[in-house]
């Protein structure tokens, strides 16, 4: 089975700056890796597919690269909605998720 | 609107069974693939199976703490997705929530979950 690895798993960060989320397979998975915000109390929503295309109506500050096993997440100028949990996904075989990351102020 | 709406969840005991129900509505159901991902209170996502749709002749598959015990099922006629579940344990308890699949094709298809339903409790418990 594959893993799905994340760090950190959690971070602090203010508005208007910078962060970026690390995703790690345990085998080469090409780019077959989502990203997915998840805000208290409610389910998940479906941000980068295949590693780096921004789902529709997903702001442009968010950004992923990466393929093989590394991959990241990116988000650039923090807005207030931004503060949630962080899962990537792996779709290529079977559909594992890494543990999450915790984004706070 | 697209939209997937779970119901079904419940209070069960230990060795139990429960059968949860998930309408969708807004899109091709009969074409599309749905999954069952759960989350236990606090924790992160985890994957518990997906049907497929019409093309690929309704497929299943399982994840490794659920099968054998759990089974995904779904009636086009009435755009609905069942997950039947028995052998209840009390690390069954999370959220349920069904979700669709889409995929993105260049070279590979890229699948991915763009709508989920807002999720089911289901609670085992003596």
């Known amino acids: 089975d594959i893993q799905m690895t994340q760090s950190p798993s959690s971070l602090s960060a203010s508005l208007g700056h910078r962060v970026t989320i690390t995703c790690r397979a345990s085998q080469d998975i090409g780019y077959h890796l989502n990203w997915y915000q998840q805000r208290p109390g409610k389910a998940p929503d479906l941000l980068i597919f295949a590693a780096s295309n921004l789902q529709s109506a997903v702001p442009s500050r968010f950004s992923g690269s990466g393929s093989g096993t590394d991959f990241t997440l990116t988000i650039s100028g923090l807005q207030p909605e931004d503060f949630a949990t962080y899962y990537c996904q792996q779709t290529s075989s079977g559909f594992t998720f890494g543990q999450g990351t915790k984004l706070e102020i | 609107e697209v939209q997937l709406v779970e119901s079904g969840g419940d209070l069960v005991q230990p060795g139990g069974s429960l059968k949860l129900s998930c309408e969708a509505s807004g899109f091709g159901f009969s074409g599309s693939a749905i999954h069952w991902v759960r989350q236990a209170s606090g924790k992160g996502l985890e994957w518990v199976g997906r049907?497929?749709?019409?093309?690929?002749?309704?497929?299943?598959a399982y994840g490794a703490s659920v099968t054998g015990r759990f089974i995904i099922s779904r009636d086009d006629s009435t755009n609905t997705a069942y997950l039947e579940m028995d052998s209840l344990k009390t690390e069954d308890t999370a959220v349920y929530y069904c979700?669709?699949?889409?995929?993105?094709?260049?070279?590979?298809?890229?699948?991915?979950?763009?709508?989920w339903g807002k999720g089911t409790t289901v609670t085992v418990s003596s």
């Open positions: 049907i497929g749709g019409r093309g690929d002749g309704h497929a299943t």
């Open positions: 979700t669709r699949e889409d995929y993105y094709q260049i070279y590979y298809s890229y699948y991915y979950m763009d709508v």
